[in-house]
Structures are given as structure tokens and as C-alpha cells.
């Protein structure tokens, strides 16, 4: 991968790169449209990285199926697919990780300690092998998004970071490989995720400025579902992800984490934003 990209450099190519774990669906096909539109060449990785995957999470029963995503692949027209083995990212003895101070300890980071070293340091060494100009991301994991643009400006990376909006089912339930694991029963229920983010988002629209008030109403709706538990409900603010009490003019991000069963979900929205 490493000296194929060196000759796309070469070649003057422009390179989009859009970094996934497989199990692909219409979340990062959008993403992979963008790349095609903006770029020259576009290369896929998947990968699962087992050093973001805490002991007791899916890291063995994630699903996986290389023919399929391949397949879909093709549609798109991706130029390359990256799909390297374990020992080829991290070989023997690896010892060095990437953790982004600050951003990375509240919401998911509190509930999934060493999720987002394991991030971090697989984005720094696919960024290296790759050097892509644009990395596409969507902001459905929205504090992932913050520590890869801290990440990519402060270790010096020459890649722009394109966000692309959520992508959500028909029912509002944001697309997530891990919507694959819900029963039918728990998919129909998981809508109510984004039901009480748009109350949030009404309420806010109609004035509402206190965040511990807005996060009420978020956290009222997700419970009138019997079925959800809710791990977090937060209002930080978009960039710094510090926690916010009163919306002024920066966006906010309204961030949930709840659970159906042994499935958690996330899910956000942004205020101030004009959307
Ligand atoms: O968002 C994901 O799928 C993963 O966290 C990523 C960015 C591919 C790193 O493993």
C-alpha cells in the first residue's frame, strides 16, 4: 500500500482515502461518494482494529465479510482496497500508541476506556502508509472526528479531514454496522434515538437555551421506551467537547450513548449549525 501510494504521489494523483472497519453500508458508501467526487483516486481500508475494541466488546463477533464489502466496492468505483492482516499494522513487539489528551476521556472514551487510543494510533499509521490529501469520516462518531482533526493538526499531517453528515435509516435510526446485531424489535425501537434528539432540536428552535433542560428532554423521550438504557446523554461543545450549560452561539453538540439489550448505540446532533 505504502508504495503504491508513493507512486500516486508521483503521479500527481489526488488521493481520498476513507479508513472503515467493513461491514459496509450506505454510512460509508456516502462517504465513499464524496471521495469519488473530490478525488483522483480513492482507497478503502478495512480493517478491524482489535486495539480499539475493549475486553469485554465484539472485537471477536464484529461482523465481517471481505467478498461482500469487496462487491459493493466495485459499484463505486474505488480504485483500492486496503486490507491488511493484524501483524501488518501492528508487527512484533509494537509498542508505540497515539493518545490524544483532552478530547478523549469524556463520552465514549469514559464508557470505552482505550477505544480511542486504539483510534488515534490506527489513523496515525494508516495516514503514514497512505498520506492520503483528503480522509473522509462521517460524524456520526462525532468525537472521533474531534481527535482526528487535534491528531491530524498536531502530528503534522498534510490530509484534510471531510466530514459527512449521518446517514439514517428510513425510521430515523442513524446506519451503524452494528444495527446488524438488533432484532427487528429492538431496530424498530432504536428510532427513538433520534425522535428525542429532534425533540431536543425543536425545543432549542424554540428558544430554549439551557442545556441541562434540553438534555431532560432527551433523556424523558429515550426513557418513554421501556427497552432503551440510557448510558449518556451530553451538551458539549462541538469542538472542544467541554461540557456546556447555557447555548450561545457555538455549535453544540447533543451526543447520546443507550443501549438496547447488548447493543449500544450513538447518535447526535448539532445545534447551531442551521440545520
Ligand atoms: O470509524 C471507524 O470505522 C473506525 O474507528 C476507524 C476510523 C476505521 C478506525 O479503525
Do not use: W
Not at 447520546?256 to 447493543?263: D, E, H, T
Amino acid at each position: 500500500m505504502a508504495s503504491i501510494a508513493r507512486k500516486l504521489r508521483r503521479d500527481t494523483k489526488t488521493v481520498g482515502f476513507v479508513p472503515t472497519m467493513g461491514a459496509l453500508h450506505e454510512g460509508h458508501l456516502a462517504l465513499i461518494k464524496e471521495a469519488r467526487k473530490m478525488c483522483d483516486v480513492v482507497i478503502v481500508s478495512i480493517f478491524v482494529n482489535p486495539a480499539q475494541f475493549g475486553a469485554d466488546e465484539d472485537f471477536e463477533k464484529y461482523p465481517r465479510d471481505l467478498t461482500a464489502d469487496a462487491c459493493l466496492l466495485t459499484e463505486y468505483e474505488v480504485d483500492y482496497i486496503f486490507a491488511p492482516e493484524t501483524p501488518e499494522i501492528y508487527g512484533e513487539g509494537f509498542s508505540t500508541y497515539v493518545y490524544v489528551e483532552g478530547l478523549t476521556e469524556t463520552l465514549e472514551g469514559a464508557s470505552r476506556p482505550g477505544h480511542f487510543r486504539g483510534v488515534a494510533t490506527v489513523v496515525t499509521i494508516l495516514f503514514n502508509t497512505i498520506r492520503p490529501d483528503f480522509a473522509f469520516f462521517g460524524r456520526k462518531d462525532a468525537q472521533q472526528v474531534a481527535l482526528i482533526k487535534r491528531l491530524t493538526r498536531d502530528l503534522g499531517f498534510e490530509t484534510e479531514i471531510v466530514v459527512i453528515p449521518i446517514v439514517r435509516e428510513e425510521s430515523g435510526l442513524a446506519m451503524s454496522s452494528r444495527n446488524a446485531y438488533l432484532t427487528p424489535e429492538q431496530r424498530k425501537k432504536a428510532s427513538v434515538m433520534y425522535e428525542a434528539l429532534r425533540e431536543a432540536k425543536i425545543a432549542f428552535k424554540n428558544g430554549e437555551r439551557n442545556a441541562s433542560k434540553l438534555a431532560e428532554i432527551v433523556r424523558q423521550k429515550v426513557e418513554s421506551e421501556p427497552i432503551a438504557r440510557i448510558d449518556y446523554v451530553a451538551l458539549v461543545n462541538g469542538a472542544s467537547l467541554e461540557p456546556v450549560e447555557r447555548i450561545d452561539d457555538s455549535e453544540v453538540l447533543v451526543a447520546i450513548a443507550v443501549r438496547f439489550g447488548n447493543i449500544r448505540l450513538i447518535d447526535n446532533i448539532i445545534l447551531n449549525r442551521g440545520q
